[in-house]
């Protein structure tokens, strides 16, 4: 690449990573995410706009204004609502989101009634081993074997309603950041609020350098990838090109690592796009980026969602290594400014193919190539010519 990349500004990264930690935003309770994200690009002199619901969509001019690409990240988190008021005051929970009720107990929550928040903790049916002994042990792990504690002089029905609780209400789960001084950082929600520190960092590198992208790009920040929708409705331009940016899975049967930037190969919605998936992966290796190649089995994103909704374009995922992912996740310095300077050197990119300026062709001519027709018709089991056995034959005769 022949414009040089300023290097990543590491204290805005986790300045923005922890202040946005700081803000509940399960899936449904993200408004107050969106103003601090629209705040953000405002100092950047990026200009957005928002949705009705408030998915926040913005503009990076290029020298082109097609074919143009779109780098997606979300603020909603995994969280849980209340299901049901018991008598005796405490409160069932069903999950916002895909999540193990294993990592919701235990822990200290916030419920946000209509009008105030009440602090409250997470505990399982029998929660005190002086009283059930090793009975404690016996619950199964789901939903429906833990229950809400709020931290009120309420202790039925009737007075946490009075207190406004109803049904619904959301319940956002603490995040507890910590930095630790080997590089890594553990809290909840790095899901996917590391990756839009890492988009929002990368875009301050492209701002900061005056590199002018040769395309246009749109940074999104949707607010419901979590229940599967994310970018299904985030598109109004003619995008060709579309990156998610999320979490990779760094667990056994995985090749993710915290210290490296995954490029996903696959997911749970289907191969992504051959041809853009390797263009990230070239830049990395021209950039000297650590980067990991991986497929994830259990897995959705915004760029799966776009492709569900019908755009025709090509899609590609950037995600950062995790432990634990949806739990106590952790992850590492390295790996957020791996992504991060993937994600600037992805901007500042040309298109992977100026053809795709075009919705259609009406020719063969500027259509891609993954691999030369001679190699891709090669048979695996080679099997002599016909005529030389029959030669063969004859001589034989």
């Known amino acids: 690449m022949s414009h040089p990349l300023p290097d990543p500004d590491t204290a805005y990264l986790r300045q923005v990573l922890l202040e946005m930690l700081a803000i509940p935003s399960p899936t449904g309770f993200t408004d107050t995410l969106v103003r601090y994200v629209a705040e953000r690009l405002d100092e950047l002199g990026i200009p957005y706009e928002l949705t009705r619901r408030g998915t926040v969509r913005a503009t990076l001019k290029g020298r082109l204004n097609s074919p143009d690409r779109a780098i997606s990240a979300h ?9 049901e008021i018991k008598d005796n005051g405490r409160l069932c929970l069903a999950p916002v ?18 009008g105030g928040v009440i ?15 090793t009975e404690v042990d016996s619950l199964p792990v789901s939903w429906d074997h833990i229950e809400l504690r709020l931290d009120t002089l309420a202790a039925s029905r009737a007075e946490v309603e ?50 002018e992208p040769p395309i246009d790009c749109h940074p999104l920040f949707t607010i419901t990838e979590e229940i599967g929708s994310g970018a299904a409705a ?15 899975p760094v667990a056994p049967g995985q090749s993710s690592s915290e210290h490296a930037v995954t490029v996903a190969m696959q997911d749970s919605g289907g191969p992504y796009d051959y041809h853009l998936s390797r263009h990230l992966l070239r830049l990395a290796e021209q950039q000297d980026i650590p980067v990991r190649r991986d497929l994830f089995r259990y897995y959705h994103s915004d760029a799966q969602s776009a492709i569900a909704a019908g755009h025709d374009i090509r899609t590609a995922l950037l995600a950062f290594g995790c432990d634990a992912t949806h739990g106590y996740e952790r992850t590492h310095r390295d790996s957020l400014l791996a992504l991060t300077r993937l994600i600037a050197a992805y901007v500042i990119s040309p298109p992977v193919f100026a053809s795709d300026a075009k919705p259609a062709q009406a020719s063969l001519e500027p259509f891609s190539h993954q691999l030369e027709h001679e190699t891709q018709m090669e ?8 005529d030389s056995l029959v030669s063969c034959g004859k001589d034989k005769g």
């Open 162 to 211: 009075a207190l406004g609780v109803r049904i619904g209400d959301v319940v956002a789960f603490d995040p507890l950041p910590e930095f630790s001084e080997s590089g890594h950082l553990s809290a909840r929600h790095l899901d996917d609020k590391a990756g839009v520190a890492a988009l929002l960092t990368a875009l301050k590198m492209v701002v900061d350098s005056g590199i």
């Open 234 to 248: 985030a598109l109004p331009w003619d995008v060709s090109e579309f990156v998610g940016v999320d979490i990779a």
């Open 75 to 83: 603020l909603d988190t995994i969280g849980s609502s209340v299901r």
């Open 379 to 386: 048979p695996e089991t080679r099997v002599p010519a016909v």
């Open 119 to 133: 602090r409250g903790s997470v505990l399982p049916l029998m929660a005190s081993g002086h009283a059930f002994n």
């Open 97 to 114: 989101g895909c999540w193990s009720s294993r990592f919701a107990e235990g822990s200290r929550v916030s419920l946000f009634t209509d």
